[in-house]
Each structure stands twice: as C-alpha cells, then as structure tokens.
C-alpha cells in the first residue's frame, strides 16, 4: 500500500501509521476496469465495482479506502492483493465491490493500482442539478401572485451551502426564468453521510411564466399554475 499521509488535525497520527512497517503479505494490483453505480434506494447508495486479473489464484483482492482527516475532491480506494500460505501462481479474473456512500469525495473516488489511477466522477457539474424539481405560480386572490422554485438535491455530505438567485441580465426568451444554482462544499470536518438538501427560491411577479431554467447545466422545468 502507499505510504503517503494527508495533512490535517490528525497529522501526527497519520505520520505514525504511515511509518510503521508494510505489511509483507499485501501489495497493491492492477485492474482493467472501474465504475460506481447508484443504487436506487432512499437515501440513495453508491457501490464502487472493480475488475480485473491477480497473478495468483488464491490470491484475496480487496478495494480499501484511503484513511482522510478531511473530505478530498476525490477519496482514493486502494486495489489491495493479500497472498498468505502456499502461492498458486495462476492468472485469474477478479471482480470485487464496496459501498463507498460513506466513503466519497466531493466529486468522487479515484481508484488507485499498482501502476495506474482513475477518476470516477460521481458529483459532478450536472449531478445535483438533476435532483428533484418543482416550479408553482400562485395566482390566487388576494395575491401578490407569486412563482416558488423549489430542487430538492442528493449531496455527499451534510454541511453545503446550496442558493437560487435570478441569473442577471436573463436570456432571450421573457417567458423563461433563468437562475443560478450555486453550491459551496462545506468548511471543516464533516459526517460522511449522503444528505438531501432543500433550496427554495420565490419571486414577486404579475407576469408569470412558462418554464424555469436552472444554470449552468440544470433542467428546464415547467410552471404550473394555481388559481
């Protein structure tokens, strides 16, 4: 396994565990092939897969999250071979999973090998846009008519700052209200938890509209009105 530490409040502990000794029975591997997959349960989960080949049969391949006093941008997950007893050098496939819902950066994981990395983005750009959304105008009397925005978005973590605010100057389109969604990663220590944030925005207005347009990559939602 890697022997590098990460800076935090807990530094000195992370300096003593990474100097103490390697263990001689476990090397990091290669694998061929990596992904996450959401599984559709509520709150939702995250499940990272991995595939590939061992050099040797009964060889135990294990995926091991990288030990973190803060959440990184992307939570690295060791490919961890361990071989114990009689070595039956036979190449042979692998395919091995791991919950990572508690274990995922604030974009994603990144799957570390013996000799190559990658990337996985789970929280990317679109990804919180495409929460759940609902847009009502309400015209009934006495008034003031009033439009409410409301996105209801799945997050790593607890703690972000998630706001709507009306995109200025609007596009082309008068009947089609632009706003702004602005996230902002929480500050400190967190609870690796998967939380469901509510953000709301409510606009004053006689003119109404036919759809509302989260940016920069959200959905188009269509207005309904009641009256």
Known sequence: MT????????????????????????RLIDFDEASVIMLKTFPPQW???VSGMKPWSNMRVELVPRVYVRQPEYWEVEVVGTLSGIGMPVLTPYDVSLNVTSTLGTKGVEVVGATKRERIEVFDATGPAEGEWTAFFNRQPPGPF????????QLPTPGYTVTLTRTEPQGINPRDLLLDLTIEPPKGPVAQVVTEVEVVYKEQTDTGYDTVTIQPNGPSIKVEEIS
């Open 47 to 49: 499940v990272l897969r």
């Open 146 to 153: 009033t439009l409410r925005v409301t996105g209801r978005l």
């Open 3 to 26: 022997n590098e530490f990460h800076d935090g409040p807990d530094e000195a502990q992370l300096r003593a565990f990474a100097a103490a000794p390697a263990a001689t029975t476990s």
